[in-house]
C-alpha cells in the first residue's frame, strides 16, 4: 500500500507553459494552422508531458500482463484457459501479435506472470510476479481480496518503474488472459452504472451461452459482491483481474514519472478508468491507441475522455493496438523537430 500511495501523491498534471509554448511554435511551422490535426495536438501532449519541446521517444515498452480468471468456471467463453500459460510463454519467444507490431519500431517487449493459472518455467523470459494462481470466480464471491488488488497496482507499479529506470521514455499497456473481457465489463458496467449488456462483447469467443449468459453472469457478480462505485480498489478486487490491476499500476507509475503511456483497447482502457479513479491527473498522460471492436470500448474511452486514434478494426488485445500506435508517436515528434518554420522558410526565399 505504501508504494501506491507514493506513487498517487507523486502524480503532477501536465507542464501547461510548455504546452502554450509547443502550440506557438507547431502553428508557426510551415504549414497551414492545424493542417496536422492530431499530429499536432499529440505533439502538445507530448511536450507537457516530457517537459520538452522537442521530446524523444527513442526507447519504447510495451509490459503485456498475463493472469487468468475464476470466472472462466461459468462458461463465458469457448477458449480453454491453457491458452493463457501458452501464449504467455510465446511473448519472449518474440511470436504474438503485439510482438511482430512492436518489431517495426524496435519496441521491447516485457511479460509479466500476474497471475497465470500455472507455474511458469523461470527460464522462460518472463517476470514472475505472481500473486495467486488466477482470480477466483466472481460469480460466487470477490474475484481477490483488497490487499491482491493493490498488490496488483503495486506488481504494475514495480515494473513500469523497473522499466524506466532502464531507459524506457514511452510505455504501453498490454494483457493475456483468457476471459478477461468479462471482468472488463463488469468494471465498466459498475464505473458507467449501467445494465452489463449495454458493455459486454464477444471478446476471444463466447461460451455455448452465447452473450446473454456471459451478462448474466457479471449481472449476477455485480449483485452479489456489491462494488462502491466510488471505490476503485473495492471494484477492481470484486470483479476485476490481476493483469487489470497491473496495467493500472503501469499507468500510475508512468504518470508519476512523466512519461507518456499507450493503452491498448478495451481491457487497457478499463485498467486505465481504475487509475483514473484512483488519480485524475493520470489522464494527462494517457495516449489511446485504437478503437477496439468492443462495444465496451467507446463507452470506456468517453469516460476515461480520450478519443483513440486508429480504427483499424482490432480486438486481439495484447498490447497490439497500442505497439501500432507507435509510429505516430514517433511522426509527430519528428514534426516538431525537422519541419521548418515559415520564418524561416521565408528567409531561404529571401535569400
Do not use: W
Not at 156 to 177: C, H, S
Not at 258 to 265: L, Y
Request: net charge negative; hydrophobic share 45%; with cysteine.
Amino acid at each position: 500500500m505504501e508504494l501506491l500511495q507514493q506513487t498517487l501523491q507523486s502524480i503532477q498534471g501536465a507542464d501547461k507553459q510548455i504546452m502554450e509554448d509547443a502550440k506557438q511554435y507547431i502553428d508557426a511551422l510551415s504549414k497551414p494552422p492545424s493542417s496536422l490535426g492530431k499530429l499536432e495536438s499529440l505533439a502538445i501532449q507530448l511536450a507537457g508531458i516530457t517537459g520538452q519541446r522537442y521530446p524523444k521517444l527513442d526507447h519504447k515498452t510495451v509490459i503485456v500482463c498475463a493472469a487468468d480468471h475464476g470466472v472462466c468456471a461459468e462458461g463465458v467463453t469457448s477458449n480453454p484457459q491453457d491458452v493463457t500459460f501458452l501464449q504467455t510463454l510465446n511473448f519472449p519467444k518474440g511470436v504474438t501479435g503485439v510482438c511482430a507490431i512492436a518489431n517495426i519500431t524496435n519496441a521491447k517487449v516485457v511479460t509479466v506472470d500476474v497471475g497465470v493459472k500455472k507455474d511458469i518455467p523461470h527460464d522462460a523470459g518472463v517476470l514472475i510476479k505472481k500473486i495467486k494462481y488466477g482470480t477466483d470466480n466472481m460469480a460466487i464471491g470477490p474475484a481477490m481480496t483488497r490487499e491482491e488488488a493493490i498488490q496488483s497496482l503495486e506488481v504494475g507499479i514495480e515494473v513500469a518503474i523497473a522499466e524506466i529506470e532502464q531507459g524506457a521514455n514511452v510505455l504501453a499497456t498490454g494483457e493475456m488472459g483468457i476471459g478477461n473481457t468479462t471482468p472488463s465489463a463488469a468494471i465498466l458496467s459498475v464505473l458507467h452504472g449501467c445494465h452489463p449488456h449495454e458493455v459486454t462483447g464477444f471478446g476471444a469467443g463466447l461460451g455455448s451461452g452465447g452473450i446473454e449468459h456471459k451478462v448474466a453472469v457479471i449481472q449476477k457478480a455485480i449483485e452479489l459482491n456489491k462494488p462502491n462505485r466510488h471505490d476503485a480498489i473495492d471494484i477492481l478486487a470484486k470483479v476485476g483481474g490481476l493483469e487489470i490491476g497491473a496495467m493500472a499500476g503501469i499507468i500510475l507509475a508512468a504518470a508519476a514519472n512523466r512519461k507518456p503511456v499507450v493503452i491498448d483497447g478495451f481491457i487497457s482502457t478499463v485498467a486505465a478508468l481504475i487509475a483514473y479513479e484512483l488519480e485524475p491527473k493520470v489522464q494527462h498522460y494517457i495516449i489511446p491507441s485504437h478503437a477496439s471492436e468492443e462495444p465496451g470500448a467507446k463507452i470506456a474511452a468517453q469516460l476515461l475522455g480520450v478519443e483513440p486514434m486508429l480504427h483499424m478494426n482490432m480486438r486481439l488485445g495484447e498490447g497490439s493496438g497500442a505497439a501500432l500506435a507507435f509510429p505516430i508517436l514517433d511522426a509527430a515528434c519528428s514534426m516538431v523537430s525537422k519541419m521548418a518554420t515559415l520564418a524561416e522558410t521565408m528567409a531561404l526565399v529571401s535569400k
